[in-house]
């Protein structure tokens, strides 16, 4: 027990929506009584990435007696919050969108009784979702989800996919998909999420999809850094998307 950086709630301004325990991947917060709660003590790592999910500026880092961080009980608790198994790992919120899913591929529909597509390529209808995991955006995945384990990474911003018109078909396909934008999010949390999904996920190569617009230029460096701090040296490729969904010749 000694002084330490530690979050604390304001049960006032807390409305229970959530926000905070998605963006806490140690699952030191969890919503009881309409309200955002501190597990334990020892679960929080009191860098504050949570505070960039309350929208109403409920939560708070203060400095007084704690226990000590401790991220072997964390990671115990984590595996704790599996019982269902790798394919429904769940976060601490209980949010329906943080709810892990692994998908099986997703097969063209044919005619009954036959082996003929019922939507021939070319035609309305042919595509099919590539996407093999659930959810996509980077600020709720924790850095344990199976679909990283191993992964080839995509780290794709918000516009990317409005933009280029055969996302799915050209970048999807056997990739593991984090989706933010380096504009309106935290560039302090992405940082930290991406180094501890290196650190821990053996990712064997990472794909930046990103736009030519002057504010994505900050997602691909993030990235780097992040693969700086945590000792990795993996194959790295930035691809960027021009605002006319075409890629850009460099």
């Known amino acids: 027990m000694g002084t330490r950086k530690i979050v ?4 006032e301004l807390c409305d229970g929506c959530g926000m905070c325990a998605i963006a806490c991947a140690e699952g030191a917060l969890e919503i009881k009584g309409g309200k955002a709660r501190l597990i334990k003590e020892s679960y929080c790592d009191g860098l504050g990435a949570c505070l960039s999910g309350c929208p109403r500026g409920a939560v708070r880092v203060i400095e007084r007696e704690a226990e ?25 919120s209980g949010c329906p969108s943080s709810k892990i899913e692994v998908f099986a591929p997703q097969a063209p529909s044919r005619v009954k009784g036959t082996g003929v597509p019922a939507n021939p390529a070319g035609s309305e209808g042919a595509e099919i979702s590539e996407l093999s995991h659930w959810p996509v955006q980077i600020r709720l995945v924790p850095a344990n989800a199976p679909f990283l384990k191993g992964a080839d990474l995509l780290v794709v911003s918000d ?6 018109p055969n996302f799915h078909r050209r ?37 930046v999809l990103d736009m030519e617009v002057p504010c994505c230029s ?7 850094k992040a693969l700086g701090d945590a000792g990795k040296n ?10 006319r969904g075409e890629i850009l010749d460099r």
């Open 8 to 11: 604390e709630i304001d049960e």
């Open 68 to 92: 000590e961080f401790d991220p072997e009980e964390v990671e115990e608790h984590l595996e704790r919050q599996n019982p269902a198994g790798p394919a429904e790992l769940k976060m601490a």
């Open 159 to 164: 516009c990317a996919p409005v933009a280029y």
């Open 171 to 207: 970048f999807v396909g056997g990739k593991a998909v984090l989706l933010g934008c380096p504009k309106f999010d935290d560039k302090q949390d992405f940082l930290k999420r991406f180094t501890e999904i290196f650190r821990t996920a053996d990712i064997r190569s990472v794909t």
């Open 218 to 224: 900050a997602l691909p460096a993030i990235v780097r």
């Open 234 to 243: 993996i194959p790295f490729e930035e691809i960027t998307i021009t605002t």
